[in-house]
């Protein structure tokens, strides 16, 4: 069961945080926007082709957490 909240973009599950992310890819730059109908809106530059979007969010996530990419999962 979730922790989720109505207009939470993060809930706690056992020792795992999910976060809610929304994607707009093949934008300019790679950025996190902010907060958004309860998700977190990022932007990246990547394609949604090939998984690379995945891992520009991977590596925005990590970064932005100043965690290991291998910490987050998609």
Same mark, same amino acid.
């Given at each position: 069961?979730?922790d +989720? #909240?109505? &207009? $939470?973009?993060?809930?706690?599950? &056992?020792?795992? =945080?999910? =976060?809610?992310?929304?994607?707009?890819?093949? *934008?300019? @730059? $790679? +950025? =996190?926007? &902010?907060?958004?109908? #309860?998700?977190?809106? @990022?932007?990246?530059?990547?394609?949604?082709?090939? #998984? *690379?979007?995945? %891992? *520009?969010?991977t %590596?925005?996530?990590?970064?932005?957490?100043?965690?290991?990419?291998?910490?987050? *999962?998609?």
């Amino acid at each position: 069961m979730s922790d +989720r #909240g109505e &207009g $939470t973009w993060w809930s706690r599950q &056992g020792d795992d =945080i999910h =976060i809610y992310v929304r994607v707009s890819p093949r *934008a300019s @730059v $790679t +950025r =996190i926007v &902010g907060i958004k109908d #309860g998700a977190l809106h @990022v932007k990246v530059n990547a394609p949604p082709v090939e #998984g *690379a979007a995945n %891992r *520009a969010i991977t %590596r925005l996530l990590a970064d932005a957490l100043s965690i290991a990419p291998s910490s987050v *999962a998609l």
